[in-house]
T-cell receptor
């Protein structure tokens, strides 16, 4: 158990809908990262937050947004969902925003868009 | 695009054999990390090697880094069926004072009992 929790575990929704994925980092970790993993794309970095502030952006679509709250949990909002958004979404946390550091991954949320 | 590219994409070996996975990357890095992922689960950090290190060991794992060739290898010795998983390399580069970590597409390892 990495100490990172993600909810929900599975999510099935229809195209055009909006969903929110939630992540709680390991106790004491200030950095949160979001990744998307689909079968043909590998692990894609989406966005990183450190202590509530956005630190780095990857291949995150404009339809997606995220935030990190004062209690350090983070939410990833996905809107106007398309079939291609079906994937595993992982959250990871680390104790630092400047490295080197290792990331601790949550169990992921499996999103299926029908 | 992915910074790290693992090779091979899939590997199948008998229990007890050694497994070697390679990772190549394109730009300078500050460190390189290897992670393991069991099917459908979160990634687990295995080992981190800094750019000024050439080799690192952790149990049955040995990682090498050749910055001149921009490549790294992960060796798992005396493999076990429980080592069956996907293995990812991740390159880390400081940009604007913060480290950006980029994952490769992974190597799927199957260890046959």
């Amino acid at each position: 158990d990495s100490g990172v929790t993600q909810t929900p575990k599975h999510l099935i929704t229809a195209t055009g809908q909006r969903v929110t994925l939630r992540c709680s980092p390991r106790s004491g970790d200030l950095s949160v990262y979001w990744y998307q993993q689909s079968l043909d794309q590998g692990l894609q970095f989406l966005i990183q937050y450190y202590n509530g502030e956005e630190r780095a952006k990857g291949n995150i679509l404009e339809r997606f947004s995220a935030q990190q709250f004062p209690d350090l949990h983070s939410e990833l909002n996905l809107s106007s969902l398309e079939l291609g958004d079906s994937a595993l979404y992982f959250c990871a946390s680390s104790g630092y925003d400047r490295g080197p550091y290792e990331q601790y991954f949550g169990p992921g949320t499996r999103l299926t868009v029908t | 695009s992915q910074q790290g590219e693992e090779d091979p994409q899939a590997l199948s070996i008998q229990e007890g054999e050694n497994a070697t996975m390679n990772c190549s990357y394109k730009t300078s890095i500050n460190n390189l990390q290897w992670y393991r992922q069991n099917s459908g689960r979160g990634l687990v950090h295995l080992i981190l090697i800094r750019s000024n290190e050439r080799e690192k060991h952790s149990g049955r794992l040995r990682v090498t880094l050749d910055t001149s060739k921009k490549s790294s290898s992960l060796l798992i010795t005396a493999s076990r069926a429980a080592d069956t998983a996907s293995y990812f390399c991740a390159t880390a580069l400081t940009s604007g004072g913060y480290q950006k970590v980029t994952f490769g597409i992974g190597t799927k390892l199957q260890v046959i009992p």
